[in-house]
């Protein structure tokens, strides 16, 4: 629980105007100001759920796309011998299993954020979380990862 409580407590700041709630997802630079304890501790498990939701759709189509995947590339041969029709196969089969229902939790997600808000609450702030910065230095030390991971895959295989 405490990485959940982490991801929704970094959506919480404290501002000049108070106590401001940014969510994901929506415009750069857009908070809105968390009226009330009650309000927070609503928006909070409204958070909560979402996360949860999220996450077990990734999990849970992996776990099923890697099933299924791995009949479907048996079923057209040896997938040791295609790796790119292997790859491709497993990434369609993940994108209609886990990526559809995320797209429509995104959607109604999008959707629910404003009930708990009003655009008279909106205020400004100043300024981006650190958190992405981060995010984008480890999102390109893992893309660097793969290519030298296919580059030696590359040098490695038998011709």
């Not at 629980?1 to 750069?28: I, P, T």
């Not at 708990?116 to 660097?144: H, M, N, T, W, Y």
Request: aromatic letters at 14%.
């Amino acid at each position: 629980m405490s990485l959940l409580d982490s991801l929704v407590g970094a959506q919480f700041r404290n501002e000049k105007a108070g106590r401001v709630v940014v969510f994901s997802g929506d415009r750069r630079g857009r908070a809105y100001v968390v009226r009330s304890e009650a309000e927070e501790q609503k928006i909070r498990s409204f958070l909560k759920m979402f996360y949860c939701a999220h996450f077990s759709i990734l999990v849970l189509g992996f776990l099923l796309a890697s099933g299924w995947s791995h009949d479907i590339n048996y079923a057209f041969g040896r997938p040791a011998l295609h790796l790119f029709r292997t790859f491709g196969v497993t990434l369609v089969v993940y994108s209609l299993v886990a990526g559809l229902p995320d797209i429509l939790l995104w959607r109604s997600y999008k959707k629910a954020f404003a009930k708990f808000v009003s655009p008279e609450d909106e205020v400004l702030i100043s300024g981006g979380p650190a958190r992405q910065k981060l995010i984008f230095i480890g999102a390109a030390i893992i893309a660097a990862a793969l290519l030298l991971l296919l580059g030696v895959f590359f040098l490695v295989r038998a011709k």
